[in-house]
């Protein structure tokens, strides 16, 4: 039978580890291998996302409906994750919406920082609920042509789409929203 | 429900360090072997071994399990790895448990391991594959993003102000200065925070826990061994989990369901009525400021809105009645991902059995709550712990 208190100390723990500096990484200091992989995918995106980004295509926002909740979905999906069944009808929402909360970016995905001194625009995506599908269903889409700082959550917004010739089946084709 | 009692035995970590010059399996094998020799086992003695480990693009490297596998002490043991994003930590105690409860093994080595630092330019690149590659990442969203999203709802609903929320990093880098293992232990001041490089407003860089490399182990055991191992078990009274829809844009972020979802699952089994006054320190998931008053409130240890009023009132300092994050949490320790969520679980142990040196909190806490949260904002992970 053993009965143990070893106790965690400062010393045991120092001994786990050998902290590096970014300097001895980047630069070679301790030997690294590197690798930069480049690889391709190309999504099929089913019938439900399929029809969106078609719809897309001619300016307009689809949704779905399941008739046992009642919900109208946006982004459509082939079966209601609540209710665990098929989806009903398409429905056709607006190109409008209200902004249920927003960030004001100062950083791009890869934590890489905008020159906001420079003069660069932060980016200010937001969640934007979709007029015409059910309450608080939303997209993550982008805001312009606004001061970030006079966004406001409940703001009322509007898409702004690329010219129809520059479309191409793409949540993108949306360029941003801006207020209405 | 019928299941064996499970206790934590031993528990063991390395210290979370920005760039780790060791491998990851290096880093478990440090924290596994800490572990083992806090309960002075031998891995002859372990039946079955849970990983925990975040995505593999952070490593590059498929099949970070199998990586992980022997240095975590599982040559041909059953070994189980599992990734539920920051929800991975508590996930993994969770798999152990069951392991265990079950019957199945009488012992098993909990290891989880991050090695954050391998990718660049940041491994926050890394995270831009969780979003729906069709509807999202085309906009090029960050994990900042979605936070900060987070963050605003929930100040929004509540009428909180971030100098409020800014107090939760004050506190969290001040408590880690007596933890041996931290990254970023400070004495900063509200001041510090709201003057800190704006990230992606409403989020600063101090209200964000660091990119760590680490690695954390415990042992879990049935009874009837946990009894001849050591005299203070702490025992796993509850464990709870759930996921929430991955249409993260439909939900109201405000409040973190899940959790709750979770948490009223933990605290059943665990036979707790009254969270707030069963539960005497607490754990919740912090890699950002918000997040552990979110997290309280989703917990149901304190009323919903009710957190901040907690915070300035001193209550979930070290030495106020519910003392959360003693340990320095994500903010102070440091955030490898999954090894973070299981710090958490270590200190509770540690707090119940007394050993927690400069950061034990007053009182004999007899009762302990840890949480993370992960995926797309949509997993809760729960742990009610008991000495
Ligand atoms: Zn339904």
Redesign the interface.
């Known amino acids: 039978?053993?009965?143990?208190?070893?106790?965690?100390?400062?010393e045991?723990?120092?001994k786990?580890?050998?902290?590096?500096?970014?300097e001895?990484?980047?630069g070679n200091k301790?030997i690294t291998s590197k690798?930069e992989?480049k690889l391709q995918?190309a999504?099929d995106?089913g019938p439900a996302?399929g029809r969106?980004?078609a719809e897309l295509k001619n300016g307009k926002l689809i949704a779905k409906k399941c008739r046992k909740c009642n919900r109208i979905?946006i982004?459509p999906r082939m079966f209601c994750?609540?209710c665990w069944r098929p989806t009903d009808e398409w429905v056709y929402v607006k190109d409008s919406g209200t902004v249920?909360?927003?960030?004001?970016?100062?950083?791009?995905?890869?934590?890489?920082r905008l020159d906001i001194k420079g003069g660069v625009r932060?980016f200010t995506?937001?969640?934007i609920e979709i007029d015409g599908a059910s309450e608080?269903?939303?997209?993550?889409?982008?805001i312009d042509e606004i001061d970030p700082q006079k966004i406001k959550?409940g703001m009322k917004v509007k898409a702004i789409w690329k010219k129809p010739a520059e479309r191409e089946g793409?949540?993108?084709d949306i360029l941003y929203f801006k207020p209405r | 429900m019928s299941h064996r009692r499970v206790a934590v035995v031993g528990a063991g970590m390395t210290k979370f360090v920005r760039f780790a010059k060791e491998t990851p399996g290096e880093l478990a094998y440090q924290a596994g072997k800490m572990a083992l020799e806090s309960c002075e086992m031998d891995i002859s003695q372990i039946d079955s071994v849970s990983i925990g480990s975040a995505p593999d693009a952070f490593d590059g490297f498929h099949m970070k399990g199998e990586m992980l596998a022997e240095p975590s002490g599982g040559w041909r043991k059953p070994v189980m790895r599992n990734y539920v994003g920051g929800g991975t930590g508590v996930m993994s105690i969770i798999h152990g448990w069951q392991h265990v409860a079950s019957g199945l093994f009488d012992t098993c080595l909990v290891v989880c391991e991050e090695k954050m630092s391998s990718a660049f330019p940041h491994p926050a690149g890394a995270f831009l594959t969780i979003f729906d590659h069709t509807t999202e990442q085309p906009i090029k969203p960050t994990l900042l993003w979605i936070f900060a999203i987070e963050m605003n709802r929930f100040m929004h609903v509540h009428g909180y102000k971030k100098e409020e929320i800014a107090l939760v990093a004050v506190k969290n880098k001040k408590n880690a200065l007596d933890h041996p293992a931290a990254q970023l232990g400070a004495e900063i001041t509200v001041k510090d925070v709201l003057n800190s490089e704006i990230m992606a407003w409403p989020v600063n860089r101090l209200d964000v826990s660091p990119t760590s490399d680490g690695a954390v182990a415990i042992v879990l055991a049935a009874e009837h061994i946990a009894r001849r191992v050591t005299e203070k078990p702490v025992w796993v009274d509850g464990v709870g989990w759930t996921l929430d829809s991955a249409y993260w844009c439909t939900r109201d972020l405000y409040y973190p369901d899940y959790v709750e979802v979770a948490a009223r699952k933990a605290y059943e089994m665990a036979g707790i009525k009254e969270p707030s006054k069963e539960i005497h320190i607490a754990e919740p998931y912090d890699p950002f400021t918000y997040k552990e008053l979110h997290h309280l409130e989703g917990l149901m240890l304190c009323p919903r809105g009710g957190s901040v009023k907690m915070l300035l009132d001193g209550v979930t300092q070290r030495n106020g009645n519910l003392p959360v994050c003693p340990s320095g949490g994500l903010l102070g320790v440091g955030n490898p991902i999954s090894a973070a969520g299981l710090m958490k679980v270590a200190e509770i142990f540690w707090q119940l059995r007394g050993e927690a040196g400069k950061r034990q909190v007053p009182g004999n806490p007899k009762c302990g709550v840890a949480q993370a949260w992960g995926d797309l904002m949509q997993v809760g992970t729960v742990v009610v712990m008991r000495n």
């Not at chain 1, 249920?100 to 890489?112: L, P, Q, R, Y």
């Open positions: 039978m053993t009965i143990s208190n070893k106790q965690m100390t400062k045991m723990i120092e786990t580890v050998t902290s590096l500096s970014r001895d990484v980047i301790v690798w992989p995918y999504w995106n996302i969106y980004l979905m982004p994750e609540l249920n909360t927003f960030v004001i970016s100062h950083v791009d995905w890869k934590a890489g932060p995506p937001a969640v608080g269903m939303g997209i993550l889409h982008m959550i793409a949540i993108t």
